[in-house]
């Protein structure tokens, strides 16, 4: 019998992925609720959220109006049965009093929703495992059940919904974002693509008949503000916008109109909406971290930021360029971890993968690269195997490094492949920040050339910003011992969270910003947040009662 009563209520109330934190109540008041119902106790009530003496209270109607706004966070408000549920509320409030079974079935199913509500909203819909992104959960407890308890006792659900919410400036911009896009979805300005360009590209000074179109969807997007009339050609005010957008997008902006921009300009603004409702989605994943300061990078912006929290403020301290992981070959992971030493003049040990796959067949062409690259071996004991160079490498030692018995490590130098620093934050993929001696690189707009580890432009900068806490660390002391050419390992004092993230909408000093998605990320995460929409509702109650059968 309690089986039973306990099937019914899960039919009721479904089950929400188990990497999610869950109430710890719920099984108990569920089979209270059921016994109640069983013996019809006169009590059966007293258990309930949302009604009070048969109708709904003012928190129901408050729980359906937050159900109903659900996708000003970029979720879906089917995912919650909001329709149903504000027929049932609307109902139970207008029509005729409902039977005591009827209203603890609509009262079980608005604590459904709302539960599901609040947890998507503060976790996120799936786990960020599933496509391969391996960040740390929060640690504390998150009791769904326990907030929203306490949210209707204190009259206080609106604010608390907000409160799960990722407490971060940047969530709220993309809200905004999300909005406006969302405003221009169905203006006549995307209707139809824009007219051809001539000879496949559009350069300052020539004609165009698509001027006027263009100046308007440049206006509505906020890259053209101006109560000045479309100019007769491609010119003036209108190249400036053409530059702001193409900017905007990840791109160089040069005021070209060429085949590139001409087929963002033309991307709907339903599609730029879905990617910053995967943008929030991606946030809510967001660990949050208790550290005063945090290194992200955005690994399709190519770039690193980092970041001090004071008085619960998010201040940026410094940005820069990065390389990361090359597209289809070597992508840079995504995670998180703590950084805890900086060694500079590092040496490089050759990972095996790239041993076997570039060193080691450069090196049976040509032995002179090893003395060039300044290479040594070094055993399994970890001790330098002295007298091997290139007038000495033989077949059997590359052999040794191929089955694993030695490793390949280059020198600290000029031309070691981490440059003078490297940032150290243990992880299973062995990735960190480094420096490059190769910063002509920096000067691309595309930058994912490396083997999965990422590349800083400003090193010095980003070694004063993790000192920052230890003041005997000044400028020219940082920059003395990257070139000493003596490889030193410094210990942090604290550790400092690093955030390896994927986004391709973030909003930067005002602006939407959208980037290339260079792994293909999107799409999987567009995939599975669909699927999950429809298990989610598949397994709606589909007994909320709609009027009362008395």
Not at 22 to 38: D, N, W
Not at 171 to 184: D, I, M, P, T, V
Not at 405 to 430: E, S, T, W, Y
Not at 511 to 538: C, E, T
Request: with cysteine; proline share 7%.
């Amino acid at each position: 019998m309690l089986r039973l009563l306990m099937s019914s209520c899960s039919l009721l109330l479904p089950a929400t992925p188990a990497w999610r934190c869950r109430g710890r109540y719920f099984p108990a008041i569920c089979l209270t609720i059921g016994l109640m119902i069983a013996s019809h106790g006169s009590s059966a009530t007293e258990a309930l959220l949302w009604f009070s003496t048969e109708r709904p209270t003012l928190a129901a109607q408050q729980a359906v109006d937050l159900l109903d706004s659900a996708a000003a966070d970029g979720l879906d408000a089917q995912d919650y049965n909001a329709e149903g549920l504000r027929k049932a509320i609307d109902n139970a409030i207008s029509g005729m009093a409902l039977a005591t079974d009827q209203v603890i079935r609509i009262d079980l199913a608005l604590t459904s929703a709302m539960r599901r509500y609040i947890t998507d909203l503060h976790f996120g819909r799936v786990d960020p495992r599933q496509l391969g992104a391996n960040y740390r959960q929060a640690t504390g407890a998150f009791d769904a059940d326990l907030l929203l308890a306490s949210a209707i006792t204190d009259d206080r659900l609106a604010q608390t919904v907000r409160s799960v919410a990722p407490a971060l400036p940047q969530y709220g911009s993309l809200q905004e974002a999300l909005a406006h896009y969302r405003e221009l979805t169905d203006h006549p300005a995307w209707q139809q693509d824009l007219p051809a360009l001539p000879n496949g590209h559009l350069k300052p000074g020539e004609k165009y008949a698509g001027i006027a179109a263009l100046w308007q969807r440049l206006e509505l997007l906020g890259d053209l503000r101006t109560d000045a009339a479309p100019p007769g050609r491609y010119e003036g005010i209108i190249v400036e916008g053409v530059r702001i957008f193409q900017e905007r997008h990840g791109m160089v902006p040069n005021g070209v109109l060429g085949k590139d921009t001409f087929a963002l300009l033309n991307v709907p603004p339903a599609s730029r909406a879905r990617q910053i409702e995967l943008a929030l989605e991606r946030l809510r994943w967001t660990p949050f971290l208790p550290a005063p300061r945090v290194v992200v990078v955005n690994v399709p912006e190519f770039m690193l930021r980092a970041y001090q929290v004071r008085d619960g403020r998010i201040e940026m301290k410094t940005a820069m360029k990065v390389i990361v992981g090359t597209t289809g070959k070597t992508p840079t992971p995504l995670f998180d971890a703590d950084m805890r030493f900086i060694e500079f003049s590092p040496y490089w040990n050759v990972p095996p993968s790239i041993a076997r796959s570039e060193t080691l067949p450069r090196l049976r062409r040509d032995p002179g690269y090893f003395d060039r690259q300044g290479f040594e071996f070094v055993g399994s004991d970890g001790r330098v195997i002295v007298g091997l160079d290139s007038t000495s490498l033989d077949s059997a030692s590359l052999d040794a490094v191929q089955r694993g018995q030695m490793r390949i490590r280059q020198k600290p130098g000029a031309g070691n492949a981490l440059g003078d620093i490297k940032f150290v934050f243990p992880n299973k993929d062995n990735i960190y920040l480094h420096h490059t001696p190769t910063p002509q690189l920096f000067k691309r707009d595309r930058r994912d050339f490396s083997h999965g580890c990422i590349r800083v432009e400003a090193p010095v900068e980003l070694a004063k910003f993790v000192l920052a806490d230890a003041p005997e660390w000044s400028e020219a002391r940082i920059v003395q011992a990257m070139r000493k050419g003596k490889s030193t390992t410094l210990r942090l004092q604290e550790a400092l969270p690093v955030v390896i993230a994927y986004h391709t909408a973030a909003v930067r000093d005002g602006r939407v910003y959208f980037f290339p998605d260079i792994y293909r990320q999107d799409p999987l995460l567009d995939a599975a947040l669909r699927q999950r929409s429809l298990a989610v509702r598949s397994s709606h109650p589909a007994n909320i009662p709609a009027e009362s059968t008395y």
